[in-house]
């Protein structure tokens, strides 16, 4: 019988982790945030109030073993000048799905099914949620595209009312083997998740060991000038009893034609690597040769991060 993986994250983050995972012997539960409001989630997520399902498309599509030309259907935008402009596909048939069932689940169980997806996609909650974030001088910024983009240091973030969660989410967490929080946007696609006192609790109450996935690149506005450890501990004031127990961070070497492209054009740098911080916050280091350089950008390997995480799961 597999062991069991319940992995937390939203936008490209969690696509990428999942896209070599799913190759592994496990069952994965993918759990999705749902508070995109930008680009075409955000107008679809308005016009139709429901919950964010890009990220869900991105999930399902990477989760997918149907051929290459129906999943680039899938992520297919159109381009144009009517209201369908910036539209992909996949994101117009869930909402036609959503409108048919009433239930994000639902939808995803059916465009799951379609796309020969072999592992479970569960949205974080059926709800209309908002993103809030609480800047230091105490301003609050609405809508997690705004908090994104707003380079103000937040004090903390919320919803603007408490997410019902699933029951069948807080199931999986409790018979997982393994809880993963994904790389990606840490205080938009990462923390959602541990705004819900219902998830939080489910997790302490869980015995699966806690392992995240550390970003390779600093996010300006949000994670800037930010060490691993400053990451794992983020998380760890949103968590409740339990804390992160492993983290993977990369020890890849980046070329300097690379890494000066990124710091000239984007004012971003690689997370810096702690590991005598990390191991004094009780957090074992799992360091490796993780990433890769594609198109000119650093990208996650997802089978060499893949294989960390399942080695370590099976230890």
Same mark, same amino acid.
């Given at each position: 019988? %597999?062991?069991?993986?319940?992995?937390?994250?939203?936008?490209?983050?969690?696509?990428?982790?999942?896209?070599? *995972?799913?190759? @592994?012997?496990?069952?994965?539960?993918?759990?999705?945030?749902?508070?995109?409001?930008?680009?075409?989630?955000?107008? *679809?997520?308005?016009? @139709?109030?429901?919950?964010?399902?890009?990220?869900?498309?991105?999930?399902?599509? %990477?989760?997918? #073993?149907?051929?290459?030309?129906?999943?680039?259907?899938? &992520? /297919?935008?159109?381009?144009?000048?009517?209201?369908?402009?910036?539209?992909?596909?996949?994101?117009?048939?869930?909402?036609?799905?959503?409108?048919?069932?009433?239930?994000?689940?639902?939808?995803?169980?059916?465009?799951?099914? @379609?796309? %020969?997806?072999?592992?479970?996609?569960?949205? *974080?909650?059926? #709800? /209309?949620?908002?993103?809030?974030?609480?800047?230091?001088?105490?301003?609050? +910024?609405?809508?997690?595209?705004?908090?994104?983009?707003?380079?103000?240091?937040?004090?903390?973030?919320?919803?603007?009312?408490?997410?019902?969660?699933?029951?069948?989410?807080?199931?999986?967490? !409790?018979? =997982?083997?393994?809880?993963?929080?994904?790389?990606?946007?840490?205080?938009?696609?990462?923390?959602?998740?541990?705004?819900?006192?219902? +998830?939080?609790? =489910?997790?302490?109450?869980?015995?699966?060991?806690?392992?995240?996935?550390?970003? =390779?690149?600093? &996010?300006?506005?949000?994670?800037?000038?930010?060490?691993?450890?400053?990451?794992?501990?983020?998380?760890?004031?949103?968590?409740?009893?339990?804390?992160?127990? !492993?983290?993977?961070? =990369?020890?890849?070497?980046?070329?300097?034609?690379?890494?000066?492209?990124? +710091?000239?054009?984007?004012?971003? #740098?690689?997370?810096?690597?702690?590991? &005598?911080?990390?191991?004094?916050?009780?957090?074992?280091?799992?360091?490796?040769?993780?990433?890769?350089?594609?198109?000119?950008?650093?990208?996650?390997?997802?089978?060499?991060? !893949?294989?960390?995480?399942?080695?370590?799961?099976?230890?």
């Amino acid at each position: 019988m %597999n062991k069991k993986v319940v992995v937390f994250g939203g936008g490209t983050g969690i696509s990428f982790l999942l896209r070599g *995972l799913k190759s @592994f012997p496990v069952d994965i539960t993918a759990i999705i945030s749902v508070a995109d409001n930008g680009s075409s989630t955000g107008k *679809l997520r308005e016009e @139709f109030l429901m919950p964010a399902m890009g990220d869900i498309r991105n999930v399902i599509v %990477n989760m997918s #073993d149907a051929n290459d030309k129906i999943k680039e259907l899938l &992520q /297919y935008r159109f381009d144009t000048y009517t209201d369908l402009d910036g539209h992909p596909i996949g994101n117009l048939i869930l909402v036609g799905m959503y409108n048919i069932t009433g239930s994000l689940k639902e939808s995803i169980k059916v465009l799951s099914d @379609f796309l %020969n997806v072999r592992h479970k996609i569960l949205p *974080l909650s059926e #709800d /209309y949620l908002t993103l809030m974030g609480e800047t230091e001088n105490g301003d609050i +910024i609405r809508g997690e595209t705004e908090i994104g983009h707003d380079p103000r240091k937040l004090k903390r973030l919320f919803y603007d009312e408490e997410p019902i969660i699933d029951k069948e989410v807080l199931k999986e967490i !409790a018979s =997982a083997d393994l809880i993963i929080f994904s790389m990606g946007s840490l205080f938009t696609s990462i923390i959602p998740h541990l705004l819900s006192k219902d +998830i939080v609790k =489910a997790i302490d109450k869980s015995s699966a060991k806690i392992l995240y996935t550390c970003n =390779a690149v600093c &996010q300006i506005g949000e994670t800037e000038d930010y060490t691993a450890t400053d990451h794992v501990d983020t998380i760890n004031k949103y968590l409740g009893k339990r804390k992160v127990d !492993a983290v993977i961070v =990369a020890n890849s070497k980046i070329p300097k034609r690379i890494l000066n492209n990124y +710091i000239s054009s984007e004012n971003k #740098d690689l997370v810096k690597y702690d590991k &005598q911080s990390l191991k004094s916050i009780g957090c074992e280091v799992l360091a490796g040769d993780i990433l890769t350089i594609e198109d000119n950008y650093i990208r996650h390997d997802n089978m060499r991060l !893949a294989t960390t995480i399942f080695n370590y799961l099976m230890r």
